[in-house]
């Protein structure tokens, strides 16, 4: 009896045996899987946040290419309000060697002095074309407040109302800009007696 009872033990420890040894491996196998996908999660944590920090790095590189583009923008702006303050200030000079050329005396007209003097208002003239300065042309045109200032108003047979009929003060433009407003006489129309006469003609 002992030895039959010895010998079932012995079947039942070898029967387990294998069991045992199977639950012992698959601990390091589950071990690993856990591992690996602790692994895999971390991976995933660190590619979103790269591709955040490229994001952000994209964007920062957005953003100072823009304030380059705006302290590039407002410096030219700046030099342009300064060049045209400048200009500004050297127009009445252009003024005075217009007029001059305007009112020499017939019996200099001929003198190397008057010559030499109409020779510095033609360089004046070339140098404002370079900073894109040219004259407004006013005479004959609609009255226009952004391109003319009117000093004042009066009858004429040869203009309509409404528009410039005499030049009193060139105006000039720098590009689109307008750099000193033509100073005009503006035209009310025809007079009261000859719109009286082209009534009763007309009639």
């Given at each position: ?11 039942e ?19 690993a899987?856990?591992e690996?996908e602790?692994l ?14 490229l ?11 823009n304030?380059?583009?705006r ?23 252009v ?16 003198s190397e ?8 208002e033609?360089?004046?003239e070339k140098?404002?074309?370079q ?7 006013a ?10 200032s009117?000093?004042?108003?009066e ?5 309509p ?13 720098m ?17 009261t007696?000859?719109a ?8």
């Amino acid at each position: 009896m002992v030895d039959d009872r010895e010998r079932t033990d012995r079947e039942e420890e070898i029967k387990e045996t294998p069991g045992q040894a199977s639950a012992e491996d698959d601990q390091p196998a589950g071990k690993a899987g856990d591992e690996l996908e602790a692994l895999r999660q971390e991976v995933e944590t660190l590619r979103t946040e790269s591709e955040e920090l490229l994001d952000k790095y994209r964007r920062s590189l957005a953003d100072f290419a823009n304030f380059r583009k705006r302290q590039e923008r407002d410096r030219e702006q700046e030099f342009r309000r300064l060049m045209m303050d400048v200009l500004r200030q050297f127009l009445p000079i252009v003024d005075d060697f217009r007029r001059a050329n305007e009112n020499v005396p017939q019996s200099l007209a001929d003198s190397e002095w008057v010559a030499g003097v109409q020779l510095i208002e033609r360089k004046i003239e070339k140098m404002l074309e370079q900073y894109e300065v040219t004259p407004i042309d006013a005479l004959g045109k609609p009255f226009d407040p952004h391109f003319h200032s009117a000093l004042v108003q009066e009858e004429s047979d040869e203009y309509p109302a409404g528009t410039v009929s005499e030049d009193l003060q060139r105006g000039y433009m720098m590009g689109d800009d307008v750099l000193r407003p033509t100073l005009v006489k503006v035209s009310s129309g025809p007079g009261t007696k000859d719109a009286e006469n082209g009534d009763q003609s007309a009639a």
